[in-house]
């Protein structure tokens, strides 16, 4: 890994040379909460002074710009006997900017399942491959638990990735693409003060994370607990509404559905994610569904978190950013059921 610094004035420069010719993504004020806090989201931005680099969190990961939530994956036209199959890929150029390392840890968990897997997707790949990622390192918020999780860090699957070291941004390059971007505005070497404003900001910021969880030995444990009264304590609570799937920057279940036209003259095959939360995820041809209580359905999703991506991958799929335990109106979040399987276990 290179390392340089680049000046906060340049880093304008730095953003004006990637909108030349790429579709920026960044985070954007939309609106406040009740208590009068920002909320922010990752939209698509036109001009430098549209982004906010202040921001805490994004109530939606950015995984929509690698997982829509609904994509036509191809179309058929039937004609005289005869059909033809049309597919398209994004290619555009596109590049986000300010994802946190959870984040960035969430895409190469997503690049496990759909670029290094037996059967990789195409529609995934393209877009991958033709995003430009800018990282920014942050505070943690006081609900994140990224570092139980060992997302706090990041050393690869981006560009470039800044860490503020108030005047100054210490910038880590991981590719060719970013090393020939940075050179296009003016940075400077690494200096001896510059390294230990750096590593001070990170024991800063290790110091910050106020919500930490035990996940040690967390797949064992939840082979333990299949049957443990901690799923129907929450699952009694879940309301079975798919937001937290929703918003999780790793979870890419989903469904295929073919939309025939009228006339049978034109088909088109579609994806949409899907949540394990809902009803209907588990119910199969004849109604029969494996799933039929929230409890189960809540329970494989931690499964799916915590033990099931182990086995497949070494590691869980989840990051730590709980943008799942913020958005459930039910106030079911992963630090409160994980604690609640250990005490199990005292
Ligand atoms: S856990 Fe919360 S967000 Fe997820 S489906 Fe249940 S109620 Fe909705
Ligand atoms: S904390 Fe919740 S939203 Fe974030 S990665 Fe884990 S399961 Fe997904």
Redesign the pocket.
Known sequence: MLFRILGKEKFRSLIEVILESNEIIAPKRVGSNASGEPIHQFLPIDAFDEMDLDYRTTEYSAKTYFLPYRENLCSFNLDDGDWQQEISYRIQPRAIIGLRAYDINALLKLDKVFIRNKFPSPYYVSRRENTFIVGLDHDPLEDEFSQSMGTDIVTHGFDLFLTDLGDRYFVAIASDRGFNLLNRVEVREVTDDDTNTYKEVRRRILAGFKTKINVHNLPNLLDLEFTSEVWEKWGK?????????MVCPTCYCYGVNEEVSMDFSKATRVKQLH?C?LLDFAEVAGGHNFRPD?QTR?KY?YYHQHRGFVEDYDEPKCVGCNR?GR????G?SPAAVIKDLYEENL
């Not at 609570?237 to 799937?245: D, R, W």
């Not at 958005?327 to 039910?330: D, K, P, Q, R, S």
Request: proline content about 0%; hydrophobic content about 35%.
């Open positions: 609570k879940c309301l079975s509404c798919g937001s937290c799937a949540s939360n929230q809540l999703r799942c958005v459930c109106l039910a079911i």
